[in-house]
Every structure is written in C-alpha cells, then in structure tokens.
C-alpha cells in the first residue's frame, strides 16, 4: 500500500511558502482553542489551548490515541459547537463572528469527509440527489449545469454515472467513501477535514481511497486537516504533522522530521507501535517505548505533563511542571520538558 501511496505523493511545499511569504494570512488558524464538556460526570477537558496553523494547499495530519480530543477539534473547526476559549480564524476571520452570508460562504469552502459515510448519507436520498443538493443550497448553476457537476462529481472519484439513480445502501463502504469525497468536493472547496475517513476501510480499498485524496489535491489544491489515529497513513497524506495527546498538542513538525526524528516521548511510542521492518532503522538505538494503560480520563487530566502517568522518562518536575511548545528546529515544536538538548 505504502509504494502506492508513496507515488502519488506530491509536496506542496512551494505554494504553502508563497502564501507564507505573499503575507496572506493562513487558510485556518487555531489560537489558544479549549474545548471542556459539561457533562453529569464533571468537565470532560476535551481540547486544551490548542495552536494550530494551515496555509492553502497544504495538508496538515493530525495524530493521536482515540479519546484526546481529534474529532472535538474537527467539529469546532466545522462550527458543529462553539469553542469554550479560543478562537478559529478562517482566512484571517473569526468564525464566532461571521454573519449568515459569511457563514454560507465559509461553508463552501470548508467541508467534510467522515469516518463512517453511511450513517452521513441520507438513506431514502438517491445519490444524485444527494450530490446535487449543496449545489442547490448554494446557487450553483441550473438544472443542466448541476446535472453535468453531478456526473464529472461521480465520475472523478471513480463511480459509474449510473450511481446516480442508487441508494447508499446499494454501495460498499468504499463506494460510500467516494461518494462522501464526491459530496465535499461539489462546492470546490478550499479545506476538507476528513476524520479517520479511512479508518473504517479494508486495507486495499484504504490505498484506493488515500490515492484518490492525493490526486484531488494535486489537481485541484485543495487543503487537508487529515485525521486519523494511524501515524503511517498520516504521515503518507501530510506535508507536516501534528501530535495530540489528551486534548493538547504536544509535537508538531514537517512529517518527515516526526518521521525521522520523533522527540516527543508520545510521538516515539506511536512509532514503536508502527509494525514496520524500517521502524528499528528510524528509531535507531532508541529505547522502544510500548504504551502502557489506557489515556488517562479528561475529566480529571494528570499535573504537569499530561503524559507523566505512561512516560517511562517521568521525573519529578513532569509532575509539577506543565512543558509548552518549543523551537526545536526549524518548524519543529515540542512539549517536554527534556526533548531540547
Ligand atoms: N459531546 C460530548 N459530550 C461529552 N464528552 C464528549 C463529547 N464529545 C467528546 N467527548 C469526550 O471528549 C474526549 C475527546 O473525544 P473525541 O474528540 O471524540 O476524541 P477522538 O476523536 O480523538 O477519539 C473524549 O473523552 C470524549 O468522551
Ligand atoms: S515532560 Fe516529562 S513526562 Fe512529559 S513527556 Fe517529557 S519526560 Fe515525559
Ligand atoms: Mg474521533
């Protein structure tokens, strides 16, 4: 699956700089982003004062154990909840204050892809129509133009026309898939999220599926916050990565860097867990770290360093001392408070 992918791999690397250097401001910006539920339990710390940053084109992945916070994330960022601090910038805007034209623009540009495409498709709406739906919503052409975006919509993420007249439940879980793609490219939007939009596929029709996102991007530049709990299919998507860990970004850096040079304690233990006959060759003579336990709850996050309850280099200041984000290297952040020199 990896050479596959690995083919279709393009790098953005050249327009992200443009726009970094035209002084535009990022396609999305997360600043200080919290997220705690009120629930009969207590407070379910989801997202804790996340920062994020994403320039046009560019796909940014974002990794980490089921439970610390990712979908959270995605939803705020989709406006599905507010934040309960923080703020969202969308081409330099906050979302929180957008009005109702602003808040129709905002969603053509910016869709979604989910994990689960059957329970997101309506299953008494035929395909076509379902396709044909936000293009009505948003004004897009007539009847004719709409029915011709329908058609190349299918037949771009590789479905026959005939699709059209179908119902989901008449599809596989990965036709499904290319028709939630089919749905959130149908406004050309500038940014999808997709959440373990893979997660739930075989592991041939996952290569299938992560191609066709890869040549979307290379023709269209589409942007992507690609989101999954597996650190090898993020990193084959991702120009950079970022690591969550228990509702905080605790490694950021360009995929190659988390790749090559893991320094967050976390980070490195997702990559031992990656059952790979070159992980030994990346991870070098570092100490394997296998992950112990399950993530501590959010109702009541650890002191310190939210990873001091797993990390085998746990010393006494991890757990009066909460790390922040360094400099590492260039575009190269981490959370601990022994990773840097
Ligand atoms: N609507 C909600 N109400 C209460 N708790 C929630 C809600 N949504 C998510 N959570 C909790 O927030 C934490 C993060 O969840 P989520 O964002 O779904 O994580 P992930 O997508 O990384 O698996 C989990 O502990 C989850 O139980
Ligand atoms: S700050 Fe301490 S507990 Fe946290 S990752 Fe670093 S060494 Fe481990
Ligand atoms: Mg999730």
Not at 22 to 31: A, H
Not at 197 to 202: E, N, R, T
Request: proline share 6%.
């Amino acid at each position: 699956m990896n050479a596959i992918i690995e083919n279709h791999l393009t790098t953005n690397v050249g327009a992200i700089h443009q726009n970094a250097t035209q002084n535009v401001p990022p396609l999305l910006e997360l600043k200080r982003l919290s997220k705690i539920f009120t629930t009969d339990a207590g407070q379910v710390h989801a997202l804790s004062s996340v920062d994020l940053v994403l320039q046009r084109g560019e796909t940014l992945g974002l990794v980490g154990e089921s439970g610390c916070g990712k979908s959270t994330l995605a939803r705020l960022i989709m406006a599905l909840y507010p934040p309960s601090a923080g703020e969202i910038l969308f081409d330099g805007k906050n979302i929180a204050q957008s009005d109702k034209a602003e808040r129709l623009a905002r969603h053509a540009r910016l869709q979604m892809v989910f994990q689960d495409p059957f329970s997101s498709l309506n299953p008494r709406q035929s395909i076509g129509r379902t396709l044909e739906e936000p293009l009505i919503v948003h004004r897009r052409g007539d009847k004719v133009a709409r029915k011709a975006r329908v058609s190349w919509l299918l037949e771009r993420v590789g479905l026959h026309l005939e699709s059209a007249w179908r119902y989901p439940h008449e599809f596989s879980g990965g036709q499904r898939q290319r028709i939630g793609i089919a749905r959130a490219l149908a406004l050309r939007p500038d940014l999808i999220v997709c959440d373990e939009a893979v997660s739930a596929l075989d592991v041939s029709i996952r290569a299938q599926i992560l191609n066709l996102l890869l040549d979307l991007r290379a023709a269209y530049g589409v942007a992507y916050l690609f989101i999954s709990h597996d650190l090898a299919v993020v990193r084959h998507m991702s120009d950079r990565i970022a690591v969550m860990y228990l509702g905080k970004v605790v490694e950021q850096a360009p995929s190659e860097n988390i790749w090559r040079a893991p320094l967050h304690p976390y980070t490195q233990a997702l990559m031992s867990a990656i059952p790979s006959p070159h992980r030994k060759s990346i991870l070098g003579n570092k100490k394997r770290i296998i992950l112990q336990g399950d993530l501590p709850s959010p109702l009541n996050p650890p002191s310190g360093c939210r990873f001091q309850t797993r990390c085998p280099y746990a010393e006494a200041r991890c757990r009066a001392e909460e790390p922040l984000l360094q400099a590492a290297d260039k575009g190269h952040t981490v959370a601990c408070h022994f990773a840097i020199g």
